[in-house]
């Protein structure tokens, strides 16, 4: 068996207060609070998808594809301190 300690005295009582009210002990109302809990937290872990497989995500990166300017005609040139390839992309030398 595993313990539980609440620091707090004032939610302590007002968790069993809450309890009394809906027929239950706070012992049986924490047990069914963590095993949902741990039910909903397992299910996540069967349907996770990372965000960047996601349909929407895909989506938004194509959207974002149509406002990308990628048709630079002159080399960017590599310098020390980048100014350079800031004039190059202001100037459009």
Not at 4 to 11: F, K, L, R, V, Y
């Amino acid at each position: 068996m595993y313990t539980i300690a609440i620091d707090d005295p004032n939610i302590y009582q007002a968790g069993e207060i809450f309890a009394s009210e809906n027929h239950s002990s706070l012992k049986e109302m924490v047990n069914k609070y963590v095993a949902e809990l741990a039910a909903k937290v397992l299910s996540r872990k069967d349907n996770y998808v990372p965000i960047t497989k996601t349909e929407k995500f895909k989506n938004a990166m194509k959207a974002l594809d149509a406002y990308v300017v990628d048709d630079l005609k002159t080399p960017v040139p590599a310098d020390e301190d980048g100014k350079g390839a800031i004039a190059i992309v202001k100037y459009s030398l």
